[in-house]
């Protein structure tokens, strides 16, 4: 089973807003969830205040840029997970550096996997391989 791990809050992506401590708890963390072999990507997102978000109203398209202001609404980051069960990346969410602070939230999520739409499609027909193919021509 795959999970995506996500680490809520803007907080823990602005420089210096990270101490010496626990970037080298997080370290270690991330060497035991790799020596496990659980972890299959983990990144760091840079502040909202540097991103832009797309919305769709009324049938016209508005770019809105950050900062956004609901930090609880917000990623920080992320891992890609592989565990036998969401029993497994509970109990791993637990040992991590961050759980452990007063203002954390880290959300545990469940990856779909295209058997989960039956016989290797996708909902409208497509073969699971068309997804292999570049979405633009280089």
């Not at 990856?111 to 391989?129: I, K, M």
Request: aromatic content about 10%.
């Amino acid at each position: 089973m795959k999970f995506m791990i996500i680490l809520k809050g803007d907080q823990y992506c602005k420089p210096g807003s990270v101490t010496e401590g626990l970037f080298a708890d997080m370290t270690r963390y991330n060497h035991a969830l790799v020596r496990a072999g659980i972890m299959v990507a983990a990144e760091g997102l840079h502040p909202s205040a540097r991103g832009a978000r797309v919305e769709r109203s009324d049938g016209k398209r508005t770019v809105v840029h950050g900062p956004f202001t609901d930090p609880g609404e917000l990623i920080a980051g992320f891992w890609l997970w592989q565990t036998s069960s969401l029993r497994e990346a509970i109990e791993w969410v637990k040992r991590c550096p961050l759980a452990n602070k007063a203002d954390a939230q880290i959300e545990i999520r469940q990856l779909y996997d295209f058997g989960d739409f039956g016989n290797g499609s996708t909902e409208d027909g497509r073969n699971v391989a068309e997804f292999n193919e570049p979405l633009v021509a280089a």
